[in-house]
T-cell receptor, first 116, second 117 residues
């Protein structure tokens, strides 16, 4: 069975602060994908990143960066110099690596509130 | 990127009525579509997986007679909530994946907010 844990239910930061959202996962699969999605108040899911289990390189995209550590089954997400527009619920998700579409198991989400 | 639409975006209905939600892939052929449900301030929970031309596979605890899923074409899947009750009020989101998606690329629709009075 797959499981994704996002222990932080809600985080509040002041604009320009850095913030890290934690994600810990469990899976019996040796190969798998990890994802992060952003869900703004409108409800639509915005894809942020996909990482396969073969690739443990950290990734940076603008103010966003991701730290994948297979040894601790974690895939943490850091926003540098946060902005009000970053306020949203962020979901970490996991899927099997089957070569075809397979279901996503989502964490419970972390609500990020960025204030001025 | 690929576009997935959902219709309607919002629906309010009376208890006991049935509601149909459409999920369309606009610019690609979706061999697999997923239906998720999200209660307020909760996570997304997979309801069912549907492959074009096949019966949907439902997750444990999801009533297949209540949530009818049809995936009759490569661009359209429908979810019908039959005899809806207030506890069915939720945000329903579909995602679609094409046959040429080796990285389990799923494209999400904008969601449908169902309110049952």
């Amino acid at each position: 069975a797959q499981k994704v844990t996002q222990a932080q239910t809600e985080i509040s930061v002041v604009e320009k602060e850095d913030v890290t959202l934690d994600c810990v996962y469990e899976t019996r699969d040796t190969t798998y994908y990890l994802f992060w999605y952003k869900q703004p108040p409108s409800g639509e899911l915005v894809f942020l990143i996909r990482r396969n289990s073969f690739d443990e390189q950290n990734e940076i995209s603008g103010r966003y960066s991701w730290n994948f550590q297979k040894s601790t089954s974690s895939f943490n997400f850091t926003i540098t110099a946060s902005q009000v527009v970053d306020s949203a619920v962020y979901f970490c998700a996991l899927s099997a690596y089957t070569g075809t579409a397979s279901k996503l198991t989502f964490g419970t989400g972390t609500r990020l509130q960025v204030t001025l | 990127g690929a576009v997935v639409s959902q219709h309607p975006s919002r629906v309010i209905c009376k208890s006991g009525t049935s509601v149909k939600i459409e999920c369309r892939s606009l610019d690609f052929q979706a061999t697999t579509m997923f239906w998720y449900r999200q209660f307020p301030k909760k996570s997304l929970m997979l309801m069912a997986t549907s492959n074009e031309g096949s019966k949907a596979t439902y997750e444990q605890g999801v009533e297949k007679d209540k949530f009818l899923i049809n995936h009759a074409s490569l661009t359209l899947s429908t979810l019908t909530v039959t005899s809806a009750h207030p506890e069915d009020s939720s945000f329903y989101i579909c995602s679609a994946s094409g046959s040429g998606s080796p990285y389990n690329e799923q494209f999400f629709g904008p969601g449908t907010r169902l309110t049952v009075l």
